[in-house]
């Protein structure tokens, strides 16, 4: 019988959950825990980390697990790799469902950076008001631009002082548009923005408003994790189970 681990907490894994209910096939979905209220899903849920590859294997192994989707975040290279570890070890097929990297496109300017760390790097020397939509996790990293006015928006609110003594932050959940992530910049007076090159609709607002206002994205690169089988729809992942379970996998 097959067992699908669906790793989640994207948009992508939304869609795939309601997918594989309405098919009833049985699958469990599994969020990390870093949000506070964490989308309503129609499959069964766990939450929380799995003490790495160690703890994924043992968690597979006591689930009965026959196939995982990899639907985190691209950013989320930990948990990737721990997966692509943990079902190589195990002979567990594997599919990372992951939407494609935005693409610059005609009026962008992008300045495209390794990591965070590179990021902070190339904020201007002077004071500036920043945009930094990364997320709460790797805020810590912009400590050391302590004189930058930082606009943060995040899903919870932050449960500790932030590290940045000029920071505003807006809670807000997406998907964002345009034209109201346009208003955010304008509101806030806004020269540069930081973003992670996620892609995905949902997100791509803020992008689309700096072309707009003709502001500069320091735009940070994807991790690398280790190689896997890749899909990007929906359709194809479950063309994936279906082979498998014709194969009998």
């Known amino acids: 019988m097959m067992r699908v681990l669906l790793l989640g907490g994207t948009t992508e894994a939304s869609q795939m959950a309601r997918i594989l209910a309405d098919a009833d096939m049985d699958a469990i979905f599994s969020y990390a825990g870093r949000t506070a209220s964490p989308r309503q899903q129609p499959l069964p849920v766990r939450i929380g980390g799995f003490g790495g590859v160690e703890g994924l294997e043992a968690y597979l192994r006591e689930a009965r697990i026959t196939h995982v989707i990899d639907a985190t975040h691209p950013f989320a290279a930990r948990m990737s790799t721990n997966a692509v570890q943990a079902c190589n070890k195990m002979g567990i097929p594997l599919l990372a469902f992951e939407r494609a990297p935005w693409k610059r496109q005609e009026g962008d300017n992008w300045l495209c950076v390794a990591d965070e760390s ?3 790097v ?10 930094l ?4 996790q790797v805020i810590n990293t912009f400590a050391q631009c302590p004189h930058h006015e930082y606009l943060l928006r995040l899903v919870d609110p932050p449960e500790v002082p932030l590290p940045l003594p000029r920071a505003t932050v807006i809670i807000a959940r997406g998907p964002f548009t345009l034209e109201g992530d346009k208003a955010v910049m304008e509101m806030h007076g806004i020269t540069h923005v930081v973003a992670k090159n996620a892609g995905g609709v949902g997100a791509r607002a803020k992008l689309d408003a700096a072309r ?16 896997r089988p ?9 063309a994936w189970l279906t082979h498998s379970a014709r194969l009998g996998v």
């Open 118 to 120: 590179a990021a902070a």
């Open 122 to 131: 190339a904020l201007p020397v002077t004071p500036a008001p920043v945009f």
């Open 133 to 136: 939509a990364i997320g709460r």
């Open 212 to 227: 707009a206002l003709g502001l500069p994205v320091i735009l940070i690169d994807r991790p690398v994790v280790p190689p």
């Open 230 to 238: 890749l899909a990007r729809t929906a359709e194809a992942v479950m």
